[in-house]
């Protein structure tokens, strides 16, 4: 019998360690009580892990398609403040939303089409991005919070959904809708394939370099929504508030088990790494421990999980 | 010249599918394709022939939408098209197959075989999944083959994912293939089974372009050969009337002495590399060679063949499994430091990535390997070693003759003076060259062999590695021939020919 005559037999991949690590770390924090578990602080994490798991949606198709996306926290900071900055003067939360979306999608394209068609490095594209969307933003606020937004969008962040709260309401809504357009579109095939082999979708024909401006595109548009949290939550907008985010947002998709490489990626390892951060960041702020050292425990997390799942790689050259 | 235009196979349609007509592509300073013209019938298996850089894969590049032609048109089903990307090509029912497989990792079978063609449901545009799990699975059965669309390609060997490559073709409805060495990575008996699913392919019409090097199988599949040199077609012929030897004859043609003229050889000193019985695990399956003191050896053969695989063995960056290397007289075990500390120097193939800083300047890439010579208490002099740079810049002819030129900014040829600059500078004797002169235009060509001459001269030994067969034969003393990881014959100065070479390297009996 010949070699390619064999049959292939289908294999579940191994699960990530962060399942593992996760739930320990849930069971951790449930164990060493200080009300971890009340319904309070369970609320209070949805609440927590909501602008997260909006960063880390479109972050991990990025990460996927062997991209990064430094700016995603001022490219959110600028949003909130362009929001902030249209309810102030007077106008409703749907031109608001639609400035934000604008905001969001102009610094999507933007580095898309950099990394896209001039070919340069998401880490620089995004890291001069990043100073731009901050640059603006304290500008356009002159380094201050802008607030007088009126009741509108504070009502709308405390409003209830079936019992769910708006903020997790939002960030579940967006994370059906990643899932839906990465394991059940072309664009989500192709997302897998720009990481993988880029090559290979040229050469079928399929316009790559569009498909992989619309991978940043989408981050701009989903931080364009998760604009409505962070300005809601405080009923203002501060031109800095989630600069540094997009750090627990990639940590929470390399958490999850997505490569930076060959188009390696999970959708649910991400909300399972954002949960894991978020619980830890929460247990760690009941225990009483300074953020400094919450920074540290995430970034020992983030090496573990690395390591084992690096030793347990799945990529031979040959049949197994 | 033998050029027919119908096809040899009187199943074969009338008409041809598609017609390339004086089809040119110029690169600057280069003549990739002139004039030349192609007949792809259905139910045809047309061979494509030619020694490296003959034009062949310019042409499938030009067929499927990658180089635009400079001049001539493309005729498909006899009206003339455009093909300007893949999606054109694939429109016409044109499919590529090539060496390097273009399977996503993280998507599935059945993903990859209709990538850029995936069945959506009507109204969400949403993929329908159950449908594209079927098609694969019917498609798969037609040839035979027994994987679970669900599977990735990291769980197929090379020969199955040359098969789906091939399902990915199929799916297209592909009426016209382009093969391009398909079996260079396969088996025999897997190769066997791949041409039973090639004539399979022609008997239902479909036409088939092989790109192969390997006589044998040009000669037991093709029903047309058409041999390629130098951009242009020297022939087309039905297979009835090739034989090996017509077709080596075709290939080669360049007269001796047009690429490069030696100064003289110099009598053979005391062997330098001798290496019996060389097994490694990346591919060298029992190899014999010597190289003395004052001569260029040649180590020629097929891309593939283990020539590159050997220079790594002994210069210790892969494990030896078996066998003897012997350089200056003492065993050679150890890994790359040690061997150039011994005075071996690995002028590797990919000098960007391999051979060179290229963010630093000449002086610092002359000098890399030799700092600890220069400098044994580990001071560096800035006087001393600019000095030195300079000597090696005048000495290797290295243009602009400036030390502090970045490495990145100098021309092909400069830079891999440089590689060797390096080298030289290190006081090495035994000198690997691996295709020294892969992208690097003509006129630097005979300066980097003079400076290989020169190396000989002063005593030093050469193993050249080249698959261009011109190099071999104009620049070497003699030359070994490699196919499939072992030696196939030695060639000495006086039956050092192209035409030879070719022999050894494709007759696969």
């Given at each position: 019998m010949t070699a390619f005559a064999q049959r292939v037999r289908y294999r579940p991949r191994r699960l990530p360690a962060i399942v593992p690590i996760g739930i320990v770390v849930v069971a951790g924090a449930v164990l060493a009580g200080h009300g971890f578990a009340s319904p309070r602080n369970i609320g209070n994490l949805g609440l927590q892990a909501s602008v997260l798991l909006m960063l880390s949606m479109p972050m991990t198709l990025i990460i996927m398609s062997e991209g990064l996306d430094l700016s995603a926290g001022a490219v959110l900071s600028l949003c909130s403040v362009a929001m902030g900055l249209s309810l102030a003067a007077g106008h409703g939360i749907g031109v608001a939303l639609a400035v934000s979306l604008a905001a969001g999608l102009a610094f999507g394209v933007t580095n898309g089409a950099l990394v896209s068609l001039f070919g340069l490095p998401p880490f620089v594209v995004t890291l001069g991005t990043l100073g731009i969307a901050e640059g603006c933003a304290l500008v356009l606020t002159d380094g201050n919070a802008v607030s007088g937004l009126g009741a509108g969008i504070s009502t709308l962040y405390a409003s209830h959904y079936a019992g769910v709260p708006f903020p997790v309401a939002v960030a579940l809504a967006t994370w059906l809708v990643t899932h839906v357009l990465l394991y059940h579109t072309r664009f989500g095939?192709?997302?897998?394939?720009?990481?993988?082999?880029?090559?290979?979708?040229?050469?079928?024909?399929?316009?790559?370099?569009?498909?992989?401006?619309?991978?940043?595109?989408?981050?701009?548009?989903?931080?364009?929504?998760?604009?409505?949290?962070?300005?809601?939550?405080?009923?203002?907008?501060?031109?800095?508030?989630?600069?540094?985010?997009?750090?627990?947002?990639?940590?929470?998709?390399?958490?999850?088990?997505?490569?930076?490489?060959?188009?390696?990626?999970?959708?649910?390892?991400?909300?399972?790494?954002?949960?894991?951060?978020?619980?830890?960041?929460?247990?760690?702020?009941?225990?009483?421990?300074?953020?400094?050292?919450?920074?540290?425990?995430?970034?020992?997390?983030?090496?573990?999980?690395?390591?084992?799942?690096s030793a347990h790689s799945t990529w031979r050259a040959g049949p197994a | 010249m033998t050029v027919v235009d119908s096809p040899a196979d009187a199943t074969a349609a009338d008409a041809p599918l598609l017609s390339l007509v004086g089809i040119s592509k110029t690169f600057p300073g280069v003549r990739a394709l002139e004039g030349v013209s192609l007949d792809l019938y259905g139910g045809e298996v047309h061979m494509l022939?030619?020694?490296?850089?003959?034009?062949?894969?310019?042409?499938?590049?030009?067929?499927?939408?990658?180089?635009?032609?400079?001049?001539?048109?493309?005729?498909?089903?006899?009206?003339?098209?455009?093909?300007?990307?893949?999606?054109?090509?694939?429109?016409?029912?044109?499919?590529?197959?090539?060496?390097?497989?273009?399977?996503?990792?993280?998507?599935?079978?059945?993903?990859?075989?209709?990538?850029?063609?995936?069945?959506?449901?009507?109204?969400?545009?949403?993929?329908?999944?159950?449908?594209?799990h079927r098609d694969a699975r019917t498609l798969l059965d037609a040839l035979g083959l027994d994987y679970d669309t669900r599977a990735l390609p990291v769980h197929l060997g090379v020969a199955q994912q040359q098969m789906v490559e091939i399902a990915k073709a199929l799916s297209q409805r592909a009426r016209i293939l382009v093969m391009d060495e398909p079996t260079a990575a396969l088996s025999d008996r897997e190769a066997d089974a791949l041409f039973a699913v090639i004539r399979q392919l022609r008997a239902d019409g479909v036409a088939i372009a092989y790109i192969s090097h390997r006589m044998q199988e040009v000669l037991d599949l093709g029903d047309r050969v058409t041999v390629l040199r130098d951009g242009r077609r020297v022939a087309t012929m039905p297979r009835a009337e090739?034989?090996?030897?017509?077709?080596?004859?075709?290939?080669?043609?360049?007269?001796?002495?047009?690429?490069?003229?030696?100064?003289?050889?110099?009598?053979?000193?005391?062997?330098?590399?001798?290496?019996?019985?060389?097994r490694t695990a990346t591919g060298v399956n029992g190899v014999d060679l010597s190289v003395r003191a004052g001569e260029i050896v040649g180590l020629s053969g097929l891309v593939g063949a283990g020539r590159t695989e050997v220079a790594r063995a002994v210069f210790g960056a892969d494990p030896i499994e078996a066998g003897d290397v012997r350089v200056f007289g003492a065993p050679a075990r150890g890994d790359p430091a040690r061997m150039a500390a011994r005075g071996v120097?690995?002028?590797?193939?990919?000098?960007?990535?391999?051979?060179?800083?290229?963010?630093?300047?000449?002086?610092?890439?002359?000098?890399?390997?030799?700092?600890?010579?220069?400098?044994?208490?580990?001071?560096?002099?800035?006087?001393?070693?600019?000095?030195?740079?300079?000597?090696?810049?005048?000495?290797?002819?290295i243009v602009p003759a400036q030390p502090?030129?970045?490495?990145?900014?100098?021309?092909?040829?400069?830079?891999?003076?440089?590689?060797?600059?390096?080298?030289?500078?290190?006081?090495?004797?035994?000198?690997?060259?691996?295709?020294?002169?892969?992208?690097?235009?003509?006129?630097?060509?005979?300066?980097?062999?003079?400076?290989?001459?020169?190396?000989?001269?002063?005593?030093?030994?050469?193993?050249l590695i080249s698959s261009e067969l011109s190099e071999i034969v104009n620049v070497c003393d003699r030359a070994y021939v490699m196919r499939g990881g072992r030696v196939a014959g030695e060639l000495p100065r006086a039956r050092l020919s192209e035409e030879n070479i070719l022999r050894l390297a494709m007759h696969e009996a």
């Open positions: 095939n192709y997302v897998f394939a720009i990481g993988g082999n880029r090559d290979a979708l040229v050469l079928a024909g399929v316009p790559a370099w569009a498909w992989h401006i619309a991978i940043y595109a989408y981050g701009g548009l989903v931080s364009g929504v998760a604009a409505l949290l962070l300005t809601g939550r405080m009923n203002a907008a501060h031109p800095t508030v989630a600069i540094g985010m997009e750090f627990d947002a990639i940590a929470a998709v390399v958490l999850g088990g997505t490569s930076f490489e060959r188009g390696d990626g999970r959708l649910a390892g991400s909300v399972l790494g954002v949960a894991t951060i978020t619980v830890l960041r929460n247990a760690l702020d009941l225990l009483g421990v300074e953020s400094s050292l919450q920074v540290v425990a995430i970034g020992v997390l983030i090496m573990a999980v690395i390591v084992i799942d | 022939l030619g020694e490296n850089g003959a034009g062949k894969s310019s042409l499938v590049k030009v067929l499927y939408g990658a180089y635009r032609a400079d001049a001539g048109t493309i005729l498909h089903a006899g009206r003339p098209v455009e093909i300007h990307r893949p999606a054109d090509a694939r429109r016409l029912g044109i499919a590529v197959i090539f060496q390097e497989f273009s399977l996503v990792p993280f998507l599935d079978l059945a993903q990859n075989i209709y990538l850029g063609r995936e069945p959506c449901r009507r109204v969400t545009r949403l993929i329908d999944h159950a449908r594209m090739a034989s090996a030897d017509a077709l080596i004859r075709m290939m080669v043609g360049r007269p001796v002495g047009a690429v490069y003229q030696r100064r003289g050889y110099a009598e053979p000193g005391v062997p330098v590399l001798e290496v019996r019985g060389l120097a690995l002028i590797p193939e990919n000098r960007k990535q391999q051979g060179l800083a290229l963010a630093r300047s000449t002086q610092d890439n002359l000098l890399a390997a030799s700092l600890w010579k220069l400098f044994p208490r580990g001071r560096y002099r800035t006087r001393q070693a600019r000095a030195r740079a300079r000597d090696l810049i005048e000495r290797l002819r502090r030129r970045l490495v990145r900014l100098l021309s092909g040829g400069n830079q891999q003076k440089v590689v060797i600059g390096k080298w030289l500078s290190a006081d090495c004797r035994l000198f690997i060259f691996d295709e020294p002169t892969r992208g690097i235009d003509v006129g630097a060509k005979s300066d980097i062999y003079a400076l290989i001459e020169d190396l000989v001269m002063r005593g030093a030994a050469v193993l």
